[in-house]
């Protein structure tokens, strides 16, 4: 019993160093979860329609492959608006997105990165001009940004992120107008993220316990 709880003691104890001195540390093969929340702005070539800010939530996900490059994933839900005479509009969104991502600092308590990707997108619009029956919703996104990892210690992470995705449709609001270029949206979001250890600190974890022994 007393060495469970002196390999218990060792547990907490690495935990916490980690935590107060290891902030950061985008090591390769970390990997976190996170949820968070977004705003939506939309983008529509048609002069008689006002965007109308929205909002949705999702999951995201972050893997570090090796220093300085990540892969992250974005699997949301939310809603674009807009206004045409003085009446508010809406489309429902379902978006999974997947990206590349570079990070400047990726050992420092806060991270800077770029990312790019491809992503599948629903959408589904309540506007003026509804799509006709049969008409196919679905559309192949892509998208870029950047953002910021701020740590607040080896285990969590606030991540603020801005990203441009570009749609291959001009059905986001409804309408198609001969001549008319794709739609776009912005989308921000803020993400509360957990962490799990890379391999090489699990090693070295249970390294320090064998050596107890």
Known sequence: MKKLH???ALLLVAAALAASA???QLRSGKFGVGVGGSAYIFNTDESNLEAVPKFGAGVGISWSIMEHVGLRAN???GQIGWKQSNVEYV???FSASFYVSGDLFP???LNPFVYAGVGGLYYDPRGPTLLSPGQDKLDIVLSGGAGVDFFLSEFMSITASGEIVLTNTDNLD???IANSTNDYYVRAGLEF???FFDQAFITKLLEAIKARK
Do not use: A, I
């Open 174 to 176: 409804g309408l198609k």
């Open 91 to 93: 489309t429902s969104l």
């Open 6 to 8: 002196s390999r218990f």
């Open 75 to 77: 699997f949301s839900s």
């Open 193 to 195: 993220r957990y962490y």
């Open 22 to 24: 290891g902030f950061g």
């Open 107 to 109: 050992h420092d308590k």
